[in-house]
T-cell receptor
Framework: ETAVFQTPNYHVTQVGNEVSFNCKQT?????MYWYKQDSKKLLKIMFSYNNKQLIVNETVPRRFSPQSSDKAHLNLRIKSVEPEDSAVYLC???????????FGPGTRLTVL | QQNVQQSPESLIVPEGARTSLNCTFS?????YFWWYRQHSGKAPKALM?????GEKEEGRFTIHLNKASLHFSLHIRDSQPSDSALYLCAVRGSALGRLHFGAGTQLIVIP
């Protein structure tokens, strides 16, 4: 099956903990993205990578860091989570310059 | 900085109705326009796109773009309960530019 896969589906943690989310795509794309979808459903881009190189880094707190091992994988680490980090984190992929982005099902993070 | 706005925020329609969703954008140089659909708990998925002024129809769905008015819309003919979802419009300024999303319209179609 060709798609964008994310793990875990859900994660509940406490303020100050570190969390990591994984994303893998089997579509053969060379560009991957992390988006944050807040409680009002607004989608905002956080990072994008092309062939393992960071090309977009929106103004996000420094506790967020993306990690790319190859063009099919893009993980997201959050050091010392805050309550405002509670959201759904969506991973997406596309061809560089391609018109459509393909999304994963998301990881819902709840920070207590 | 691109500003994308959607209206209405939510919409409840009976099965069989014609539904219209609206999206406005602020950057007149924008070139690529999408509608994504996100069912509850699922991934957003591209529904339709348009890249030049005018209208495009695919089945029950029609997308209309008016760049001069900084506006595009999605029309659903004969709405079905399975159309119930969050509809997100997205705009891109260039082929290598980032996607800017609106906050979405939550559509509920009542059987």
């Amino acid at each position: 099956e060709t798609a964008v896969f994310q793990t875990p589906n859900y994660h509940v943690t406490q303020v100050g903990n570190e969390v990591s989310f994984n994303c893998k795509q089997t579509l053969g794309h060379d560009t991957m993205y992390w988006y944050k979808q807040d409680s009002k459903k607004l989608l905002k881009i956080m990072f994008s990578y092309n062939n393992k190189q960071l090309i977009v880094n929106e103004t996000v707190p420094r506790r967020f860091s993306p990690q790319s091992s190859d063009k099919a994988h893009l993980n997201l680490r959050i050091k010392s989570v805050e309550p405002e980090d509670s959201a759904v984190y969506l991973c997406a992929s596309s061809y560089w310059g391609g018109r459509e982005q393909y999304f994963g099902p998301g990881t819902r993070l709840t920070v207590l | 900085q691109q500003n994308v706005q959607q209206s209405p925020e939510s919409l409840i329609v009976p099965e069989g109705a014609r539904t219209s969703l609206n999206c406005t954008f602020s950057d007149s140089a924008s070139q690529y326009f999408w509608w994504y659909r996100q069912h509850s708990g699922k991934a957003p998925k591209a529904l339709m796109s348009i890249f030049s002024n005018g209208e495009k129809e695919e089945g029950r769905f029609t997308i209309h773009l008016n760049k001069a008015s900084l506006h595009f819309s999605l029309h659903i003919r004969d709405s079905q309960p399975s159309d119930s979802a969050l509809y997100l419009c997205a705009v891109r300024g260039s082929a290598l530019g980032r996607l800017h999303f609106g906050a979405g319209t939550q559509l509920i179609v009542i059987p």
